[in-house]
């Protein structure tokens, strides 16, 4: 089973909104047993799910939090099971696959630890069940959006919210969510999935074959995991948990800094409260930002790829810092989105051709040999030429349904209903030729 399906969107998600719409009358505590419950069956369905694993750290990081163990020996722990499952396990084919949503229920149990450290010893104990929901959202289990723990209890205990909820919103999310995943995602990647396998396996590598591969890629993971992430809002919507935003137009940045905080703005978030910052205590400001950089690209996978795709993604942004002290480097806005797409574009040999040799790289040098320029795909051009527009001008999900004082909208017009119809309808149309998610394998 899988979010975009026709037994998750039909039968799954009404099933479960209904049953959390009645358990939110009881109990705080009786929500939360439902709620982690229904959670955990829901994450047994998906394949490569480990509901074992899962409940196992559960128990250990609560027992951490309730004994107040010491930090030292807790976080290591999160990440030897981390490393243990995703980099030894997966390379010496322990594991067929890596458990899905491994990393981000880590991550999130490592914030809570950390988070709960600093509460005092009179505060109310944290209950199982409140924690086990914490952790079991599904919504946000398997890809993120990594919710604070805080923000989590919050929202249980106010039972009211930053904006109102309505489930007109909500459903919004969902579609727009599964027609940026079924339609556009998977229509790109069908595309281009011939051209990728080839400079995967180092064929035809000439300048037009990589570039479109990296265009057409760059546009399809965006789709694809902001498009999850705007589903899982949706879905959080509907049991009554606001899940912070995950993407905010990234293709609009300046810098590639920006351009990070606004990709997975909630690892990037994780990353910066629990590593850069403690880092630079140890370390000076570039160093410490490039051990991050560099660490949260190799969490990608085990490969050596992501190896390089850290080192030159770390040399950009501190490349960035240094340039930026120079008032009279500073460019116009207009060429300095375009240099931040085109380095940022130019890093993906080194994160799809996944590899332990050196195969990245000559992906990525072969991009730079400028061999059959003349044959120009004319037609390719001109529909990635509107696509980057559309990323530059058009609002974005939030800025469609939402004002910018985070109230949600309720005015909507007839437009606004025929057109979120007919992106349901594509929806349907598409929905059995769905791929898997491109994140699910991080």
Request: aromatic share 18%; charged share 15%.
């Amino acid at each position: 089973m899988s979010f975009n399906s026709y037994l998750f969107v039909f039968c799954i998600l009404p099933l479960t909104s209904l049953i959390f719409s009645w358990a939110k009358k009881s109990s705080t505590q009786k929500f939360c047993a439902v709620l982690a419950g229904a959670s955990l069956i829901i994450y047994s369905a998906f394949e490569k799910s480990s509901p074992t694993l899962l409940m196992s750290t559960i128990i250990l990081n609560y027992f951490f939090i309730r004994s107040q163990i010491a930090l030292i020996i807790a976080i290591p722990i999160n990440v030897f099971i981390l490393v243990l499952f995703k980099y030894i396990f997966s390379n010496f084919s322990v594991f067929s696959f890596i458990p899905l949503g491994l990393s981000f229920f880590i991550f999130q149990q490592i914030s809570a630890v950390i988070d709960q450290s600093k509460k005092s010893k009179d505060d109310k104990p944290l209950s199982f069940f409140h924690y086990m929901a914490y952790v079991c959202f599904y919504p946000q289990l398997i890809a993120g959006p990594i919710m604070r723990l805080s923000d989590f209890l919050g929202q249980l205990r106010e039972r009211s919210h930053p904006y109102e909820i309505k489930t007109t919103v909500a459903l919004c999310f969902i579609i727009i969510g599964l027609f940026k995943k079924v339609v556009i995602a998977d229509s790109v990647l069908n595309y281009i999935e011939p051209h990728l396998t080839m400079v995967q396996n180092l064929k035809d590598l000439n300048f037009w074959t990589i570039w479109n591969v990296n265009v057409w890629y760059v546009i399809a993971i965006y789709e694809d995991f902001s498009g999850y992430s705007e589903m899982a809002v949706g879905i959080g919507m509907l049991i009554g948990i606001n899940l912070p935003q995950n993407f905010n137009s990234p293709f609009r940045q300046t810098n590639l800094a920006h351009l990070w905080r606004n990709w997975h703005i909630t690892i990037s978030l994780f990353i910066r409260d629990y590593l850069y910052l403690p880092l630079q205590k140890k370390m000076n400001r570039n160093s410490a930002l490039f051990v991050s950089i560099f660490l949260l690209s190799i969490w990608h996978g085990p490969t050596l790829n992501f190896a390089f795709f850290g080192i030159y993604q770390g040399m950009g942004v501190l490349f960035l810092r240094v340039w930026s002290k120079n008032k009279k480097a500073r460019c116009y806005s207009h060429l300095a989105h375009l240099i931040t797409l085109v380095f940022f574009i130019s890093s993906l040999p080194l994160f799809y051709v996944k590899s332990n040799d050196l195969s990245s790289l000559k992906v990525f040098i072969a991009q730079f040999q400028f061999t059959n320029i003349s044959k120009v795909p004319l037609l390719e051009m001109l529909v990635i030429i509107f696509f980057f527009l559309f990323f530059k001008m058009a609002p974005n999900t939030y800025e469609y349904l939402t004002l910018k004082n985070k109230r949600i909208r309720f005015d909507y017009s007839l437009f606004d209903a025929v057109f979120i119809s007919l992106l349901f309808l594509m929806v349907i149309a598409f929905l059995q030729q769905s791929r898997g998610y491109i994140y699910f394998e991080f």
